[in-house]
């Protein structure tokens, strides 16, 4: 089968670009001695979950009890979910997932760590715990080193639980690799302290879980962190080309799309739109600027400017290119986690040939 024989619109994944882009993570991680678990949320699969783990390194995260166990009914055995876990209900499963695979969960509550604590000891499991700082994200995480030490004492505490250590997230820092220099020597210093914090206390602290896309390759500038999550580095997006933080040889997937209407003067429109791509703007371009869906590959002077639910709008007013009804387009999308999310499958190709299907089964899983 060739990338002629498929439908539109499809996912395509250069696997040759993949493969060298899982390598090169490994790689770095091995050479700074730091943990590798990449964060599933980008691409949903636990086929590709388990090409990363090929690089030898077993773990991944996730972001919801119901992608990891997606993940652990397909063999994926050793999870961190970076995300507060919430709820009777999805404790219970959570509990049910830890006695079939090593589960690990980043939180930042009383709260949250004594619902785990109740069903864990309940069920008679022991769940791994890292408590979660805020390092200017604003989204989760406590506010202080004080208020983090209060927090993991606590933990400490309970029956069905085991402190293992520390979680943040640096995902504020998307800007380009040399600007990241001061902030990420900064987020080393604070780990530093509070590494030190957690071993006056006795507690663990030898399990740092920190990183993202963005920082991933810079991350040595932050001593004290010992693994990191990232989880767009497979495929890589506009919004990272944009940033400068991969290059255009780096980006391995793209939307294959084909023009259905050329009826409006200086416009096209392809068969993918807002279920297609997600609305994600261009982050580079600013809050104000008109938006952008991503780069058509064909040529990047058409403006991928609007989009309805089933319609990429089209702009050609710029172009020499005159696009025919039937013509198939390559489209770099701005965000590719959420577009992937959209999905079934994606097409993995060498060249032309199809050379793998793989089910995107975490899509949708949001519980
Ligand atoms: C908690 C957490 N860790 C890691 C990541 C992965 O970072 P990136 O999307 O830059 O690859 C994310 C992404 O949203 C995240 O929310």
Known sequence: MTIHDLDTPSIIVNLDVMESNLKRMADYCRKHNLNLRPHSKTHKSPDVARMQIAQGFPGI????????????????????????????????????????????????????????????????????????????????????????????????????????????YPGQLFFPPPEQKKPLRQLGELITDLRARFRAKGLDE?????????????????????????????????????????TLDQCALHVMTTVVSTAVNKRAMMDGGSKTFSSDRFIPDGPKAAPTFGTIRDDEKIIFYGMSEEHGHLDLSKSKTRLKIGQRLRVLPNHVCPTVN??????????????????????????
């Open 342 to 367: 959209l999905h079934e499958r994606m097409y993995a190709v060498r060249g032309e040939k199809v050379v793998a299907t793989w089910e995107i089964k975490c899509r949708a899983k949001i519980q």
């Open 206 to 246: 030898r399990w740092v879980s920190a990183g993202s896309t963005p920082t991933a390759y810079q991350s040595h500038w932050s001593p004290g962190i010992t693994e990191i999550r990232p989880g767009m580095y497979p495929f890589n997006d506009r919004n990272m080309l944009g940033a400068d933080i991969c």
């Open 61 to 168: 995260t996730c972001a919801k009890v119901g992608e990891a166990e997606v993940m652990v009914e397909n063999g994926v055995l050793d999870i961190l979910i970076a995300y507060p876990v919430v709820g009777d209900i999805k404790v219970r499963r959570l509990c049910s997932l830890a006695k079939k695979a090593k589960i690990a969960v980043a939180l930042d509550s009383v709260e949250a760590a004594e619902g785990i604590a109740r069903e864990a000891a309940r069920r008679g499991v022991t769940i791994d715990i890292l408590a979660e700082i805020n390092v200017g994200m604003n989204r989760v995480g406590v506010e202080t080193p004080g208020l983090l030490v209060v927090l993991a004492e606590k933990i400490n505490r309970m029956k069905g639980l085991r402190l293992r250590g520390i979680a943040c």
